[in-house]
């Protein structure tokens, strides 16, 4: 007679065993990404990243540029106070980098969403000089050693049709703090490239627009703003086409475009979601081709870099805490390395454009 219990467990047995067996598959031997095009391939990097043998190893193989996903931001440099800024971390992904023969992509000097409570206690004229003194410090330290910086880091409100309310704009003005910032990067580091970076821009029409009319009025106002970074964090549900139709837009400016932060989410805000991984994957893919293809037509002096925002699955800020289910896909490559439908999505394009 069976054991009950055996009956019970064998299907768990059998699901371990599938499951042990696809983390022993091997990876597919790709080529590295920056191997195929002319213009810098990028990921972002953290504190623990470099000691993780297997992060290294796909970084050292398929990028060439980096990007501090949090350790170069106000929040970290300033946890401390304005008085005793850390570069600690920041200083590691400069030697990093460095030993690497990659460059650095600086992220980020001003963001409407870290600085207040580091702030809150000056006066107008003091505020003022704190802002340009954190700037000069902190572009000033690195210049020479990053090949560029965002300079302001998302300027436009969610609904895109107007530019945030915030600690610097009540102080500086809305145009004001921007056009400072800019000044301030320029004169700290002369030789960066300056991006102002913001995220939605192909998603929502309205605020690509409102954007893009922004960096109009900073270079009629002499900012010198030096590029556009789109971060792309895509709705793979958005319509076909509308990514192009941004990119070409932003490329009339004639400035250098950076695809900052690129990554591409299965999940979806429905209630109800029926379509099956399949068919998500098939929008993902189509979503981030149409996005390399829109890049890859650009001409050569506006290509800046094409950065994805992490390069496994589980290094996501998407799948981090609460919010992940561990079913995810929103990078290149899986949590054992392996391409993803994303990898071969953007190499397909790649290979074909070059």
Not at 2 to 20: G, H, I, N, S, T
Not at 190 to 214: I, S
Request: charged share 25%; proline share 6%; glycine share 6%.
């Amino acid at each position: 007679m069976l054991d009950r219990r055996a009956l019970l467990a064998a299907p768990l047995a059998l699901a371990a065993c599938e499951r042990f067996a696809e983390a022993q598959t091997p990876a597919r031997d790709v080529p590295g990404l920056k191997t195929l095009v002319p213009f810098p391939i990028g990921t972002c990097i953290r504190s623990d990243r470099p000691d993780d043998p297997q992060w290294v190893s796909l970084a050292t193989k398929h990028v060439s540029q980096l990007t501090p996903e949090w350790e170069m931001k106000m929040e970290y440099i300033l946890a401390n106070g304005l008085d005793r800024p850390q570069f600690d971390r920041p200083d590691a992904f400069v030697a990093f980098a460095a030993r690497h023969a990659m460059r650095l992509h600086g992220h980020a000097l001003i963001w409407y969403s870290q600085g207040e409570e580091a702030f809150a206690h000056l006066d107008r004229a003091r505020f003022a000089a704190a802002f340009d003194a954190y700037i000069a410090t902190v572009a000033g330290r690195y210049r020479g050693k990053v090949v560029s910086w965002d300079v302001v880091n998302e300027p436009v409100t969610d609904a895109g049709d107007s530019l945030r309310d915030c600690h610097w704009s009540r102080a500086l003005g809305q145009d004001g703090y921007i056009i400072r910032a800019f000044e301030q990067a320029r004169a700290a580091d002369p030789d960066a490239v300056l991006f102002l970076n913001d995220y939605n821009l192909e998603n929502t029409p309205r605020k690509g627009a409102t954007f893009l009319k922004l960096v109009e009025r900073l270079m009629k106002a002499g900012a010198p703003i030096g590029g556009i970074g789109s971060q792309s964090h895509l709705d793979i549900e958005i319509p076909a086409g509308q990514i192009r139709t941004f990119m070409r837009d932003a490329a009339s400016l004639g400035l250098p475009i950076h695809i900052s932060e690129l990554d591409a989410s299965l999940r979806s805000d429905r209630r109800v979601d029926l379509r099956s991984r399949d068919q998500r994957l098939a929008e993902q893919t189509g979503r981030v081709g149409e996005l390399a293809e829109a890049f890859m037509a650009l001409p050569a002096r506006q290509r800046f870099a094409f950065t994805v925002w992490g390069l496994r699955d589980t290094d996501s800020w998407l799948r981090q805490g609460e919010r992940d289910d561990g079913q995810d896909q929103p990078l290149p490559f899986d949590a054992a390395g392996r391409p993803n439908p994303m990898f071969d999505a953007m190499a397909g394009v790649f290979t074909a454009r070059t």
